[in-house]
């Protein structure tokens, strides 16, 4: 018993582990996430900048704080806060006592709501901490070990988790196909429009309360079949696109934790999209490819911005979770005028396609666009108008919606110019990529399934007698323009 009373009392009373702990074990969740796209140095000066905050902290606190176990709280909670903001901000913002307020209140403020709540919160905690005569032994203790032990969880996990392998259930033999007759002898341009997130009408009606009719009917009245039980296979735009650009379903394993391990599989799944067999097959008969999209496709780099870039990646992709985001925005936001500080190119995208392209016209055309909207961020509402960085970050349903309302109307315009433009019946896919994973006041279950859900709709040339139904799959879309060999 002396020996229990005296390991408590070393551990509870002596040693005070948890300032530390909790940077180590956020560097080890960091890191594994994004062991595969940071250099060497990268890694080892974010390891040292964690490491430093969290000594700077804890020797701060001590200067201010005489107990030293009291100081050394006070610095966890701070570091905590910190480091795990985004966490926090999300878990803050979807309470739904405190989003009613919010909404109520603050709406589109939001931002520096969460960021006064959660900053004067932790100075009343530390205060309190400070002041009270309770010596927080215990307290002390069960940090120590909780942290111990999700940072063992955290090791475990890394050591025991398989490789998550990405490759396509078509081998390249068997997607080698030829475009059909009729098409190689029109060569009519073909567009290939991804709308990311964009769910069914169907789920508008059920979710929204949304007719989205008057979208349908105008595309229904240019010559486009609308399809309305598309599914997308996967919920995350690379693996959706890898699958669509090779006309093939990708075995993945552990599709559940696609995301979430997409730093490990990142490589793989771009060089699928990168070296698409649909693209090498359009170029090979005759076709010039048209890259308006966020991926690097052959030679064809990403026209503007991808969000999913390869390799080399800044130190600032550890800190994605941190209060760093927010801060750089910020101070950005007082020293860059709207028209230097980055957007999204949703609205180049839309007017590059609605110009001619400066190419010889007997030149053949397959564009490729991917147009990151109705996907947050919402930095427009259903009339074009600029929203804050605030309220564009937001998920809210009703955000989402007005979004769609937008793109809805830019789609529209786009397909009228082109078709103005042409000079014969294009090829036309619109689509979405996955549909929308963060529907509110549902379960899980409904949320899975949404993800998958997606709108589209296609304009065939009348030569090609393809006979369209609702039971198309959108893998098979593109694949209908050629005949099996």
Known sequence: M?????????????????????????????????????????????????????????????????????????????????LYYKYIEKILSEFSLFKWFMDLFINERFG?????????????????????????????????????????????????????NVELVNTPKQQEKKLINSLILDKPNVYFII????????????????????????????????????KSDYDFTPYCMA????????????IQLLSQRWNWQKDHVLKLIENSSLIQQFVSSGYKFINYSIFNIGNDKALFYTPFPKGNEPIAVFFQQTIYPYINYKIKRFTQSSEQFPSYPNLKFFKLLSEKYPLKSEV???????????????????????????????????????????????????????????????????????GYRFLENVDTKIQKTEGHTIFSAYLYPNELKIQLNDSIKPIEALSLLFDEK
């Open 112 to 164: 520096w709501f969460i960021f006064a709540s959660i900053y004067i919160s932790f100075l009343a905690v530390a205060f309190i901490i400070s002041k009270t005569r309770k010596k927080l032994f215990s307290l002390n203790l069960y940090l120590n070990v909780v942290i111990s032990l999700f940072l063992a969880y955290e090791v475990g996990s890394i050591i025991f988790t398989k490789p998550f």
């Open 364 to 434: 053949p055309k397959f564009y490729y666009a991917h147009i990151l909207m109705p996907h947050q961020p919402f930095e427009y509402d259903e009339n074009g108008n600029k929203m804050s960085y605030e309220y564009s970050t937001l998920i809210k349903n009703d955000s989402y919606l007005k979004l769609l309302r937008y793109t809805n109307s830019m789609v529209i315009k786009t397909i009228q110019n082109i078709l103005t433009n042409e000079k014969k019946k294009p090829f036309i896919i619109i689509q979405g990529d996955h």
């Open 195 to 230: 709308l990311d997130a964009y769910t069914s009408s169907e789920s508008l009606k059920k979710y929204w309360a949304y007719d989205n009719s008057s979208f349908e009917n105008s595309l229904t009245k240019m010559g486009f079949f609308v399809t309305h039980t598309s």
């Open 2 to 82: 002396k020996q229990i009373e005296k390991l408590k009392y070393f551990f509870s009373e002596k040693i005070i582990l948890h300032p530390i702990l909790i940077g180590i074990l956020f560097i080890t969740t960091s890191l594994y996430s994004n062991w595969l796209i940071s250099t060497s140095n990268n890694k080892l000066f974010f390891i040292v900048l964690v490491m430093v905050f969290c000594v700077a902290v804890n020797r701060l606190s001590r200067s201010l704080v005489r107990n030293r176990i009291k100081a050394s709280l006070i610095a966890t909670l701070f570091i905590t806060i910190n």
């Open 243 to 254: 699958s669509y650009l090779n006309m093939s379903l990708i075995k993945v394993y552990n």
